[in-house]
């Protein structure tokens, strides 16, 4: 699951403002990617859509899922609860519970919660880029 560069298959599709996670490209590129693979990309589209629609004033520009922990993988549920995102060039942690389809392509349900912010100086320890 430690495949940050997967993102950059949906790098057009996440530039923000946030397309949403129903765009037909980012679904297009998900179908491309190996099973387990997508469910975790999935997961994320729709944290980063959530986080933008939050109206905390977030920009969610990434999301990596195992920042801090594995998430727990059990069927079609993804319980990321060390995981991260990036707004205006700031990290903050992020813990979510998300069930997709069968197929790794729609939500069923989505529950996150954002954490405090990440300190710079453990980004370069979690491989936490700036851009």
Request: with cysteine; charged share 25%.
């Amino acid at each position: 699951m430690r495949r940050v560069l997967t993102l950059g298959l949906f790098g057009l599709c996440l530039s923000a403002p946030f397309a949403g996670a129903a765009d037909q490209r980012a679904l297009n590129s998900l179908k491309t990617l190996d099973f387990e693979e997508r469910q975790e990309q999935r997961c994320d589209l729709e944290a980063m859509e959530q986080i933008a629609r939050n109206k905390a004033g977030y920009r969610p520009d990434k999301v990596i899922a195992y920042t801090f922990a594995d998430p727990e993988v059990k069927g079609d549920r993804m319980t990321a609860t060390g995981a991260t995102f990036r707004s205006k060039g700031e990290w903050y942690r992020l813990n979510y519970d998300c069930r997709t389809g069968p197929e790794h392509l729609t939500i069923k349900s989505f529950d996150y919660h954002i954490g405090a912010m990440v300190p710079k100086s453990e980004w370069a320890t979690h491989y936490l880029a700036a851009d």
